[in-house]
């Protein structure tokens, strides 16, 4: 889960680095005609540009879940649980960072996103990240795979169960 989590905030932070240093801000450039575009823009809010006005509350939420993600991998022992965790924990680092580091100033920084989707709001990798993660955690939940790992059978030889 940690190998997988710092992949994902390596490769936002790369994604973001080369966004800064190639595009300006607020000019679309087509990548895939009008499906998927780059566009740099700074946002201040959380998902949707929403909560602009509460940039360190929304550090010290991200903050939180961060640590709640680090406490809860030495719990986990489903393989798919974590990779969801990985891939949330390494996407919620990856704006982290940028709330952190980035201007105008700590606690306060804006997230770097690129991508551009028709009809949607521009986001960049660890946003994408946190929304596969989202899936796969409803997923789990309706595959009823348990953090923890498979619980094991404990049927005994007469047939009853053991829980």
Do not use: Y
């Not at 740099?40 to 991200?62: D, H, Q, R, W, Y």
């Not at 390494?90 to 991508?115: E, I, K, M, Q, S």
């Amino acid at each position: 889960m940690l190998v997988l989590a710092a992949a994902v905030w390596a490769l936002d932070q790369a994604t973001k680095q080369w966004a800064l240093g190639r595009f300006t801000p607020g000019e679309a450039e087509p990548f895939l005609g009008r499906l998927l575009q780059f566009t740099l823009v700074f946002n201040p809010g959380a998902a949707f540009s929403m909560g602009t006005a509460f940039t360190p509350v929304i550090t010290v939420i991200m903050a939180a879940v961060g640590i709640g993600l680090l406490v809860a991998s030495t719990r986990v022992g489903s393989r798919w649980w974590a990779m969801s965790a990985g891939f949330l924990l390494g996407g919620a680092l990856g704006n982290l960072t940028d709330r952190l580091f980035r201007p105008p100033g700590f606690a306060h920084g804006h997230v770097v996103d690129f991508l551009m989707l028709p009809d949607f709001p521009v986001f960049n990798v660890a946003d994408s990240f946190i929304t596969t993660a989202a899936v796969c955690i409803v997923l789990a939940a309706i595959k009823d795979i348990p953090f923890g790992g498979r619980a094991a059978d404990t049927t005994t030889e007469e047939g009853d169960h053991r829980g």
